[in-house]
């Protein structure tokens, strides 16, 4: 009895033992305890994962005008110089954006529209816009150009009517413009165009045209439309200008 009560009282004493280790704190190379983070909702600043990068350099390039530039930069690459001040002009470049809305041809640079404008009214008469203010004569054969290889559509011609007699007055320059918006608007009529001529003459005679001068202006009429079948016979083959009309 006495060994019985014994070895039970030895095992109460280990097992509060064991116990007593479990409550003491790790010590050694076992790892600490961390206390858990709040929900992310809880913080003040939502945790937003970022992007992977995108990077430059994967993009395709070519070489314009000697240096590198990206395929898919949409924009023209054009050189210009600089004034740096002292005497000095330094060559640079700019990278032109290409407008989403932009015509068909308002990217392509002066020199290829002239090249186009051979046998493309819209070439033609996109450049012939680009110069009617830097060189009237140039733009002029270029816009009856568009109209000669496209002759159902005057209106790079008319655009110029418009252009030219936007200039009001009773100056030589004034005068010089009625005359060319007559003159104009003529050849678009022989063209088979419904555009009215009746307000021009008008506006003639009240600058003081006479009859005479109509006549000569006439003669310019026959001359366009001399370069118009010109034309048309060259690229086209064939003209829709009838002989009595000259």
Not at 45 to 72: C, L, N, S, Y
Not at 159 to 185: D, F, I, K, N, P
Request: proline letters at 5%.
């Amino acid at each position: 009895m006495t060994t019985k009560l014994t070895l039970l009282l030895l095992a109460v004493i280990v097992a509060s033992a064991v116990a007593a280790r479990a409550l003491l704190p790790v010590t050694g190379n076992a790892p600490t305890p961390v206390a858990p983070k709040p929900a992310a909702e809880n913080l003040d600043t939502e945790v937003v994962p970022m992007p992977e990068p995108a990077f430059a350099d994967d993009a395709e390039t070519e070489v314009v005008m000697g240096i590198e530039v990206r395929k898919d930069r949409n924009c023209i690459v054009e050189r210009h110089y600089v004034d740096l001040g002292d005497g000095n002009v330094t060559e640079a470049f700019r990278c032109v954006p290409i407008s989403p809305a932009a015509g068909e041809y308002d990217h392509y640079s002066n020199e290829e529209l002239r090249v186009l404008a051979y046998g493309d009214a819209r070439a033609a008469g996109v450049l012939g816009k680009r110069l009617a203010d830097i060189d009237p004569r140039r733009a002029e054969a270029l816009l009856l150009r568009a109209v000669a290889l496209q002759p159902e559509n005057v209106t790079p011609v008319m655009w110029l009517v418009a252009h030219s007699h936007s200039l009001r007055g009773e100056s030589q320059e004034a005068q010089r413009a009625r005359a060319y918006t007559y003159v104009l608007t003529r050849t678009v009529q022989a063209l088979g165009s419904d555009a009215d001529v009746a307000w021009v003459l008008r506006d003639l005679r009240r600058a003081g045209f006479t009859l005479e001068d109509v006549a000569r202006l006439d003669s310019e009429v026959r001359k366009n439309l001399r370069r118009i079948r010109d034309i048309q016979l060259e690229v086209l083959g064939e003209t829709t200008i009838d002989e009595v009309q000259l």
